[in-house]
């Protein structure tokens, strides 16, 4: 890099992003204690009771009718027939039948400690018939699954997700005090859900882009199942061993009913080739792939995925590879594969949504702006961000980004104080000392996972233009810092939150005095964390930027941009590896006088 921008241009840029303490900002130790206002605690969360209550009505729901979910009918019927949906038969009173084509026959039992990150997925339709599917814990708050599992179901309000179980859950016939149902989830844990995100670009007419993320009540304990890289794209060569996890059904008679143990299956890989040739126009190239031997035509002979094995995962490697998507409506039909969402397509807006930082608590990130000494959430939903209420006790802090250090599915806040002291806030606890000695630091990044371990890092700025990498351990703390290189003097802001060019790991942007803005591409090595940057435009005029995460819910992180107007931009990032950032749309207006943070 060069270094031949003066200094005075640099001073001059960053007060209007508020990154100098100034004025208010320079108050003293005693004023900057004051704990802060905390994000919002998740609304609803259901009781142990209710839980066990909306779990006792989902296998009823499911024992009392055919509880069949199927995929809707097609919306243009000048297309071919609909993908063929695995229709249940009348659920088992042991658990809710399946989603859409959601399909282990064969294969034998596995214990939960040969695969702790297992899920089972209990939910309730707008009809009150009950479901079951699987899913992957991911990150302790954090459960991928299909989106057929999760389109048009109120995890919020009728769902339950257990772990660390390896039988299904069953109704042991007693009540409590409350004369609520005891369930016995087999030493598992339960938990509701937060919010729920399914791929916006899901089809629920050719189930393409199958993959949905839910944020849990509170963190499990299960261990979570590494999402794939996207240099692990061998893990696709036909043949590649691989394997399947599930509760479903056993068989495709009519009277069949899911297991009541886990069980797994061989799923090796499939070339496109032979599932293009099993499924013709169905399947589709890149964002599914077949694995596992075509079924013979018999149960007994075959080995598949079946009604009740939907969202969960296929593991290759020790990796999340696939997510039981669909397959034909005879589960061992001759020739007719598993199908699956092909995890590739979609690591990058997964993990976007394992580290994702919503103020409100919805699937949009939002911005913390402020003005004085105090702070205003301007959160984002549709096409616009809009200010919320007054939030106290921010005078005394001149350095402050968005964060889930802990990864609780909550959104915490790191903050520096005029004297250099870092804290991390969470909740409503009280602000835990982060670390000392950044009075210094002219930015504070939190960008993701920059060491290629899914666990959120700190990244800063001093003001000599070195970078420090701090890996964050996954509980809040972080780990002694690591430099990152010189040269990031050059840059009047520095930002990142999340994977600009869709390979899965986090990168950051510099932006130069006159508009000049740069991409340094993350490597995920934690001992060169960025490759050589890499200019991506001109972007003149601004004289501040945030970035927050996903704030249009496109699975992609974005650029907010204030220009000198006082208007606030947002620059929708693509997730793709050249033209990181689409047409820029106007967010908010009279944003002026805010100093922006993250």
Known sequence: MSHDIPAVAI??????????????????????????????????QPTERELHDRLAGALRAAADGPGTRTSPSPKHSAKPSPKPSAKSSAASSAKPSSGPSARIIGGKPAAITSAPWMAQLYFKDNRGNGYFCGGSVVAPTKIVTAAHCVDGIDFKRTGVIVTGADRAATDTGRKDSAGKPIMNVYGGEARGAVR???????DDYTLDNDVAVLTLTSPVKAKPLQIMKSGDTGLYKAGTDGKVYGWGLTSTRPDAS????????????????????????????????????????KDSTSETTCNGDSGGPLVAGGRLVGVVSWGDANCSAKGKYGVYAKVSAFQ????????????????????????????????AKGKALTRGKELPGFAGVNLLVQSDLNRDGRQDLIRRTAAGEAYWSQGSAAPRPLSTGWRSHKQILAPGDLTGDDLPDVMVVTSGGNGYLYPGKGDGSLAPSVKVGAGWRDYTMVRGHGDFTGDGKADVLGHVFGGKMYLHKGTGDARKPFAARVQIGTHSGLNALATTGDVNGDGNPDLLARDMKGKLWLYPGTGKSSGILGKRAQYASGLGGYNLFG
């Open 11 to 44: 001073v001059l840029a960053l007060a209007g992003t508020g990154l100098l303490a100034t004025g208010a900002q320079a108050a003293d130790r005693t004023a900057e204690q004051p704990r802060p206002a905390a994000a919002p605690a998740p609304a609803d």
């Open 196 to 202: 729920q995100w399914q791929h916006p670009k899901y």
């Open 258 to 297: 899911g297991s009541d143990r886990l069980k797994v299956a061989d799923a090796d890989a499939q070339s496109d080739a032979n599932c293009k040739k099993a499924y013709g126009w169905e399947f589709i190239a890149g964002t599914m792939y077949c694995a596992g031997r075509a079924p013979t035509g």
């Open 348 to 379: 990058s807006a997964l993990r976007a949504r394992v580290h994702d930082t919503s103020w409100n608590g919805d699937q949009y990130a939002d911005l913390l702006a402020r003005s004085g000494d105090k702070l205003y959430p301007w959160t």
